[in-house]
Every structure is written in structure tokens, then in C-alpha cells.
């Protein structure tokens, strides 16, 4: 499997190539997330850092990408512009503090044709009472670095939101910009964002998406721009489950030596409502005639309510959202195979060597994740009823597969990890090619 996967990394890539006020009265400017050593060393913005979610898959990959970014960069200052400046105030729930967030006031374009007015109106001062936010932040900044989590499929308005940044930092503001760690679903469903992904991705430095079949879309719509695959962040940080929180402490005293598989099937609906005649139910009781406990896992808030639900309907054990995404981890290293709809488990028990049985998402981000690291193809969570006897019998192929089956998935997540630092190789590149010291 890693031989295979690693080949078709090789065979997919394709080479980066550029193309040739008063205060704020809303919010305040992000302070910086690393200081300077020297004056030399280089202003790293980071676009849409999505830490003030609360979501283990947000946490692990802006922790990654700050490590693989100060592995190639050791000095520099970080800066950011936080993912609720980017999206609407319906989805603050499910944010730190969420109740006291205050995004930036600005203007915001609603087709590509309306780029270059709206960026008239941010530099003449019409464009929003909290412009002038946007543009202290972008202000002397060497790169910007656009993380492309969660955002670059439907009619997405943090992509929208995003896009129109990087677009700006680069061609208003002259700033070095790069695309890095993103899925990208381009589709002719309501065709918003592919005349915007074309209008900023050909102006930028350089474009890495993470996974095979985001890449392909990429080539499908906008052929014309270049782009490489560079594994996801969330594969960076190290290894650490051996000192878990207080909740995964208790979780492992009440299972003792009891064998037990994780569930968290995601975003899309789900049939769970009505008891043992639900989809859900049937497959959890399915999967307990195997391995004799399960656990629900809500790796974000928005998942309690059913996972709850489900936990008492089946006799399971329901796991609240802990305090890290290292507490996820320790549970998938004991897990025998987990069943799940989130990308950011699938990477997370890929390093410990957690097999997976895949639930499709929202967009094709699971199957491109499951391509990238080398586990079957997701199931239809909204059909689970047509897919459960093939559900079933890839779980006992798991249970076969034992600790050689671990090994194989937790060595190419490694070689995976490896990979991933090559975004730091490519942001120091571009400063560099822009004249910027990373000395």
C-alpha cells in the first residue's frame, strides 16, 4: 500500500510555477503568534486560522502548519486572521468564546467581476467600518499564507471571504501569497467559486492542495493553474497519547481490557431517530457482534446530540469533545478500527495505526483523504442500510490484519508526515524568489 500510495503522489504532482487609517471600531488586530528574532526575520500572515473552532481537526492542522512554517522559517512573526472574520455569526456556536466573537465589518464581493470595485472601495475607505482591521493586519506582512481548511466548495463564504484577500494582499498590495492545505470542490452547482478561484489562483505564488482528488478537480475546472499535492498539516505534530485528559482517563477505567471501535460518522445526516429500526443503530450493533464495545466520539459540538442519543440506544459509551485533539488520539491507539466521517480522525489514527472504515462527507474531502492515505473508499452514511454487509466484512478484514495491518498504516502516515513539511520548503521559496530573508 505505502509503495503504491507514494507513487501516485509522484505521478499526480505537478511543479508550482508563479505567474508572471483611523482604529478600528469593531475589532482589533490579532496579536502576533510568534515574535521575531532579529530584524531581519520574516512576517508570516496566516489566512484563516481556524483554532477558535472547537474541533480536534482544526486544532491539529493549524498546529501543524505553525510547526512545518517554523521548521523552515525558525525566525520569524506570525500573524493571523482568524476563521470567524471569514464566515458568518450563525455558525459561532460552535466557536471559542462564541458568544463574544466580533468579526471585522466590511464589504464583501459576491461575484469575481466585483474584485476590483470592492478592492477600490477597501483602499478608498468605503468598504466597511472594519476595513482598516484588514488592512493594519496585511500591512507589512513578507507572505501570506492562505490555509485552505474547510472552505473551497459550495457557495462557501469563508472561501469567498478568502479568496478575495489573497487576491487583494497579492495584486492591490504586492504581498507574496500562497495557497496551501486546502480542499478544493469546484462543481457547476450554483458555479459561484470558479471564476473566483481562477481570478486569485492565477495571480498567486504557488497552489498546494492535500489530497489526489482535489487535484484532479483543480485540473478539471482551471487546467491553466499550476498546482502540487503536499499531504495535510494535521500529519505534522508529534505522536503524543501518554498523558491523555481526565475524561479519556476515565473512558479507559470503565472499558479495562474490553476491545472497543470508535464511531463518529460526520457532518451529513444520518438515519438514528427511531431506535433499533434505525440505520445507526443496526450498524452499531452489527459492528458490536464484533468488538464488544463502542465509543461516540464528538469531535465537534454539533455531533452530542445524536451521538448521545445513539450511546444510550445501543449501550454504548459516549465520549465528550475533550480538551485536545491528543486526547482523540490516545483513544484511536487503542482502538481495534474506527468508523467515521471526519478527515482529521482518519489522520489521526492513521498515525497511531487506527484502521478506518470511511463515511462520505459533505463534499469529497473523505474520499480524497481516504486516497491520500490509502483506506478504502467512504460509505453513503445517508444509505447505510444497502452498504452494511460490505461495512461488516471490511471491518473483519481489519480485525484480521492485527498489528501487521497497524504497522502498514501508521508507517505511510509517517512517510505522509515527512511529506507535509515540504509547505515550509515552499513559503521559504517564495520569500526568497521575492527577495525576503528567512535568515
Keep these: 500500500m505505502s509503495n503504491r500510495i507514494s507513487r501516485t503522489l509522484r505521478a499526480l504532482r505537478r511543479n508550482p510555477s508563479p505567474p508572471p487609517a483611523p482604529p478600528p471600531k469593531v475589532a482589533r488586530v490579532p496579536d502576533p503568534l510568534r515574535r521575531a528574532v532579529g530584524s531581519r526575520a520574516p512576517t508570516l500572515l496566516l489566512l484563516n486560522d481556524c483554532r477558535d473552532q472547537i474541533s480536534y481537526g482544526c486544532e491539529v492542522l493549524v498546529e501543524g502548519l505553525v510547526r512545518i512554517l517554523t521548521a523552515a522559517i525558525p525566525d520569524h512573526t506570525l500573524r493571523h486572521i482568524p476563521s470567524h472574520w471569514l464566515m458568518e455569526s450563525d455558525y459561532y456556536s460552535e466557536f471559542y468564546d462564541g458568544s463574544s466573537l466580533t468579526p471585522p465589518e466590511a464589504v464583501w464581493p459576491q461575484v469575481a467581476d466585483e474584485f476590483e470595485s470592492i478592492a477600490d472601495e477597501w483602499l ?14 496585511l500591512n507589512g506582512a513578507d507572505v501570506v499564507v492562505l490555509n485552505g481548511e474547510g472552505s473551497m466548495y459550495q457557495r462557501n463564504t469563508t472561501a469567498i471571504r478568502e ?10 498590495l504586492g504581498i507574496p501569497t500562497v495557497f496551501l492545505n486546502g480542499l478544493v470542490q469546484l462543481t457547476a452547482v450554483v458555479p459561484i467559486l470558479p471564476a473566483m478561484m481562477r481570478k486569485t489562483f492565477s495571480a498567486l505564488d504557488a497552489v498546494a492542495v492535500r489530497d489526489p482528488y482535489s487535484l484532479r478537480n483543480l485540473q478539471e475546472f482551471l487546467p491553466e493553474i499550476p498546482a502540487t499535492i503536499i499531504p495535510d498539516s494535521a500529519l505534522a505534530p508529534p505522536i503524543e497519547i501518554d498523558s491523555p485528559s481526565a475524561g479519556v482517563r476515565a473512558l479507559f477505567k470503565e472499558l479495562g481490557t474490553t476491545d472497543f471501535f470508535c464511531f463518529d460518522p460526520g457532518p451529513m445526516p444520518m438515519d438514528y431517530r427511531f431506535g433499533p429500526r434505525s440505520a445507526a443503530h443496526r450498524l452499531v450493533m452489527e459492528m458490536k457482534q464484533l468488538v464488544p464495545q463502542a465509543v461516540m466520539v464528538a469531535s465537534v459540538p454539533g455531533a452530542a446530540t445524536m451521538l448521545r442519543t445513539l450511546a444510550a440506544d445501543t449501550d454504548s459509551i459516549y465520549l465528550e469533545h475533550q480538551p485536545s485533539y491528543r486526547d482523540l488520539t490516545a483513544v484511536l491507539a487503542r482502538a481495534t478500527f474506527q468508523i467515521s466521517g471526519r478527515i482529521h480522525d482518519a489522520v489521526l489514527g492513521a498515525r497511531v495505526g487506527c484502521p478506518l472504515i470511511a463515511i462520505g462527507s459533505t463534499s469529497h474531502k473523505v474520499h480524497g483523504v481516504c486516497e491520500l492515505l490509502g483506506f478504502s473508499a467512504p460509505y453513503d452514511g445517508t444509505d447505510l442500510c444497502s452498504g452494511l ?35 515550509g520548503i515552499l513559503v521559504k521559496d517564495v520569500l526568497a524568489k521575492h527577495g525576503k530573508s528567512t535568515a
Excluded: P
Design 124 to 137: 478608498a475607505g468605503r468598504g466597511g467600518q472594519g476595513v482598516d482591521v484588514y488592512l493594519k493586519t
Design 163 to 172: 479568496l478575495f484577500i489573497a487576491w487583494f494582499a497579492k495584486t492591490r
Design 389 to 423: 454487509e460490505c461495512i461488516k466484512t471490511e471491518a473483519a478484514s481489519h480485525l484480521a490484519g492485527g498489528v501487521a495491518l497497524r504497522n502498514e498504516i501508521s508507517s505511510n502516515a509517517a512517510r505522509l508526515a515527512a511529506e507535509s513539511f515540504e509547505m
